[in-house]
């Protein structure tokens, strides 16, 4: 790894995603947290990372997470499942105690799995993400160290993240997709009663994922769940919160144009937004 020079001031919150559905997190943080700074950081360039092994996503990952600690954030949190389930512990692990043991990377599976015990009733949940999470076993693994009473069923949904991103969730294309997945995944236990949506894409398919829900099984989306995470994280850790910038302001960077970017983003967000084009490496 290169010899990195790290700015010690306090800095804004780094949120970083493959893609465009770490926006959907960032969105509930702000809500919950608008006082702080913040950069998003999407590689949309290489996105997406699902279908990727676990040495490109950690690599990616790595590379990501050290430009943001380089633009000054002492706090990362990876608002992609992908990149949570493939390299957030070896980072955690191998890499922050050589960059900065000081600096913290955190995830967004853990703090949806905390939740799961007691959200469910029959004690069989399942989990609808991408292949890579669902070949990772993340959720299983996570849920039953803290739940192993509980019954993990996955089901990789390949299609969601192309049909978000090419701004199609709302459209009747999408319909028969969204069916498929929710089928597939209900075929294998007929006891579900608490779905997992494990991408950060999926709650741009909340409207026809509930239609054709059955009645009666939770819906678990993130952005809620990490946002209020992150809140405690901050009153637990004040050494960490005492890093983080209170300025109200919020920037964007993509390995991707700034056009396509701005344009894409919009089915995410609501407001105009000033973007910077970074490469990773």
Request: proline letters at 6%; aromatic letters at 8%.
């Amino acid at each position: 790894m290169k010899e990195l020079t790290l700015p010690s001031n306090p800095g804004p919150i780094g949120v970083f995603d493959s893609g465009y559905g770490g926006l959907t997190i960032l969105q509930k943080i702000r809500e919950l947290l608008p006082q702080y700074d913040y950069i998003y950081l999407g590689d949309n360039a290489r996105t997406p990372y699902g279908t990727r092994s676990f040495e490109v996503v950690y690599e990616f990952t790595l590379q990501a997470v050290t430009r943001l600690f380089e633009m000054g954030c002492h706090l990362v949190i990876l608002a992609c499942n992908t990149a949570s389930a493939k390299a957030l512990r070896s980072i955690q692990m191998n890499n922050l105690p050589i960059i900065d043991p000081k600096r913290r990377v955190l995830g967004v599976i853990r703090p949806t799995v905390e939740i799961i015990g007691q959200l469910t009733q029959s004690r069989h949940v399942g989990v609808l993400a991408t292949p890579g999470t669902i070949k990772s076993e993340s959720y299983p693994m996570e849920i039953h160290k803290l739940y192993p009473d509980i019954q993990v069923t996955g089901n990789a949904c390949p299609l969601w993240v192309p049909i978000v991103e090419s701004n199609e969730a709302g459209n009747e294309g999408a319909d028969y997709f969204v069916r498929k997945y929710i089928s597939e995944l209900l075929s294998k236990d007929n006891q579900i009663d608490t779905v997992i949506l494990g991408c950060t894409h999926y709650p741009l398919l909340l409207p026809k994922i509930q239609q054709y829900m059955p009645a009666g099984i939770r819906i678990v989306a993130q952005g809620e769940l990490i946002a209020q995470s992150l809140k405690n994280y901050l009153m637990r850790h004040p050494e960490i919160a005492s890093q983080c910038t209170q300025g109200n302001s919020c920037s964007y960077c993509t390995t991707e144009s700034e056009e396509k970017f701005i344009e894409s983003a919009s089915a995410f967000l609501s407001e105009n937004i000033n973007v910077q084009h970074i490469t990773l490496e």
